[in-house]
């Protein structure tokens, strides 16, 4: 990530500041809490995806500094209502704010930060940007809801786990970078070129999140690997899994989805099933065809540092561990 946040080190102390500023209230349990989980190691992706986009459609102002702020609210707030939802007892190293403060501040601090971020559009007054992340937030809902509808069901479909992490993951970076091509002023077609890298991105962030789930280790991740299982998330690895499974072990697969605590041996055993059918190098393969086809739409811009950086980004996507 070095390289990518070296070619925009100003905005990014400046989207810093930003964040610092923009969240102005009287309730200090609000802002301790704010502060607690924007600043638990969190890698930016998202605000730095308005930076960069914005930089590559040429746009010269200050406005895509709050927009990445806003953009990083929003993922923020889904955050904190995610970790009530599953339960989660860490993230990126640290205790949930669910797990410090309770369950009623995270869901409140949650809402609030949408709150906020729709406050701080419409003092922007872009109406069309307005509308792309209302959309977005609209549609992160229901692929929240969509995931919870379809916890510990091993009869998830390829397309229904499609919908839930585009929805849930990638709409959000599909905005982020549309925002910095309306910045930009560009056409109706790079406007929907940017939109789709973003997509496509996004899509590949969330299936490496799904392999890494399997594969990383606990000091790594920043949360306890096998997460996924124990909250009945039926994602690719194990959906490509359950297709080549044997009656045994799809009977042992239904059983351990629908535990409410599964043993480390437990995990183990599903994760060797997962491999031994492939799950891993079929979901990294899909990660690898939505990384191709992102970097094909930045083809549609002229070279320059921040399409390079772009790029740089893209491929992260593939080789990170947390």
């Known amino acids: 990530m070095a390289v990518i946040t070296d070619v925009i080190e100003k905005d990014l102390k400046k989207l810093e500041t930003s964040i610092d500023r923009l969240i102005t209230t009287k309730i200090h349990?609000?802002?301790?809490?704010?502060?607690?989980?924007?600043?638990?190691?969190?890698?930016?992706?998202?605000?730095?995806?308005?930076?960069?986009?914005?930089?590559?459609?040429?746009?010269?102002?200050?406005?895509?500094?709050p927009y990445a702020a806003i953009i990083e609210f929003i993922h923020t707030a889904t955050l904190l209502h995610d970790d009530v939802v599953d339960n989660a007892k860490t993230r990126r190293g640290f205790s949930t704010v669910n797990t410090v403060w309770g369950n009623e501040p995270s869901v409140l601090v949650g809402d609030f930060l949408y709150s906020k971020s729709f406050e701080l559009m419409a003092h922007e007054g872009n109406d069309i940007i307005l509308q792309i992340i209302s959309a977005a937030t609209t549609a992160l809902s229901e692929g929240e809801i969509l995931e919870i509808v379809k916890t510990a069901d091993i009869n998830t479909s390829e397309e229904e786990y499609f919908q839930i992490i585009g929805n849930k993951t990638a709409v959000l970076f599909a905005a982020a970078c549309e925002i910095g091509a309306i910045l930009g002023s560009c056409t109706w077609h790079k406007r929907k070129c940017m939109n789709s890298f973003g997509y496509n991105l996004g899509m590949a962030f969330q299936l490496?999140?799904?392999?890494?789930?399997?594969?990383?280790?606990?000091?790594?991740?920043?949360?306890?690997?096998?997460?996924?299982l124990q909250e009945g998330k039926?994602?690719?690895?194990?959906?490509?899994?359950?297709?080549?499974?044997?009656?045994?072990?799809?009977s042992y697969l239904t059983k351990i989805i629908g535990k409410p605590r599964i043993a480390a041996k437990d995990f183990a055993r599903v994760r060797k099933?997962?491999?031994?059918?492939?799950?891993?190098?079929?979901?990294?393969s899909t990660a690898e065809n939505y990384t191709k086809s992102a970097k094909g739409h930045l083809k549609n811009f002229p070279d320059s540092k921040y399409k390079d950086a772009l790029f740089v980004l893209t491929d992260y996507m593939l080789s990170r561990e947390k």
């Open 29 to 65: 349990v609000i802002k301790e809490i704010v502060n607690y989980i924007i600043k638990s190691g969190g890698k930016r992706v998202r605000p730095i995806l308005v930076i960069l986009c914005a930089k590559l459609c040429g746009y010269k102002g200050e406005k895509h500094i």
């Open 234 to 250: 039926v994602t690719l690895p194990l959906i490509h899994a359950l297709r080549s499974a044997d009656n045994e072990e799809r």
């Open 273 to 284: 099933i997962i491999e031994k059918h492939g799950g891993i190098e079929y979901t990294l």
């Open 208 to 228: 490496m999140d799904d392999i890494l789930d399997y594969t990383s280790f606990d000091n790594v991740l920043g949360k306890h690997v096998g997460t996924d």
